[in-house]
């Protein structure tokens, strides 16, 4: 019982968390019903149960502040605006390209931004890519990327910004020609990744060779 009532406090802390913002020292509040221990010890297990809820619930509400990107200018959110703007980025390609059949989907770990010509600055937070199907790219290569720099939108009762949200990933940006997306480096991810990720698409390649459609996506 105890367990589901700190369970309870924590996602309520959670959501109190996603709608104020509050200061760390809330946190020390689970500590005031301790002092409590000295005048009623025979209701010592209700009121340690009280304390440990009372830290769960700030805690909660903390950690999910902390999980926020702040809005300083280090963070690629920090330059989301109501309308799209263009921007060039550089980042690494820090997971295996989704490739569909016009398009293929790239999460960019965002290392510089650069507005509209004010000059390149170090940010960081991962932007969404949308390009063009060719030429191809890889976990670990290095790109420097120009578009509008926008917000996930909603697609229909979906929530897919949140679902982008809890994947790291705060912007999109949609590259409608190869020319306005250029490798500048390749092979700068994680060693062990890279080889995952290599020896993942030689058997989907070999599976498809050897299997036709639908069996080869199974």
């Known amino acids: 019982m105890a367990l589901i009532y700190l369970s309870g406090a924590w996602v309520a802390g959670i959501f109190l968390g996603s709608r104020l913002a ?3 020292a809330l946190i020390f509040v689970g500590l005031v019903p301790l002092s409590l221990l000295f005048f009623f010890p025979q209701r010592r297990k209700l009121i ?3 304390a440990v809820c009372l830290i769960a619930f700030f805690g909660g509400a903390l950690c999910y502040q902390a999980s926020q ?3 300083d200018g280090s963070h690629i959110s920090s330059y989301l605006e109501e309308e799209a703007q263009e921007v060039k980025v550089e980042g690494m390609v820090s997971a295996d390209p989704e490739v569909r059949d016009s398009a293929t989907h790239i ?7 650069d507005l509209e010509g004010e000059g390149w600055r170090e940010v960081g937070g991962n ?6 199907r060719y030429p191809e790219y890889e976990y670990g290569d290095v790109l420097r990327a120009s578009g509008e720099l926008e917000t996930p939108t909603q697609l229909g009762d979906f929530d897919y910004k949140g679902y982008l949200e809890h994947q790291g990933i705060y912007a999109t940006m949609r590259i409608y020609s190869s020319a306005d997306i250029e490798r500048i480096d390749t ?3 994680v060693k062990p990744l890279e080889w995952i ?3 993942r698409n030689s058997l989907s390649e ?3 060779e050897v299997m036709p459609e639908p069996q080869a996506a199974l």
């Open 22 to 24: 509050l200061p760390f």
């Open 48 to 50: 340690i149960i009280t």
């Open 69 to 71: 990107p702040l809005k």
């Open 107 to 113: 999460r960019l770990s965002v290392s510089r931004i």
């Open 127 to 132: 932007v969404l890519l949308f390009v063009p």
């Open 187 to 189: 092979g700068r991810g």
């Open 197 to 199: 990720y290599s020896l």
């Open 206 to 208: 070999s599976i498809a």
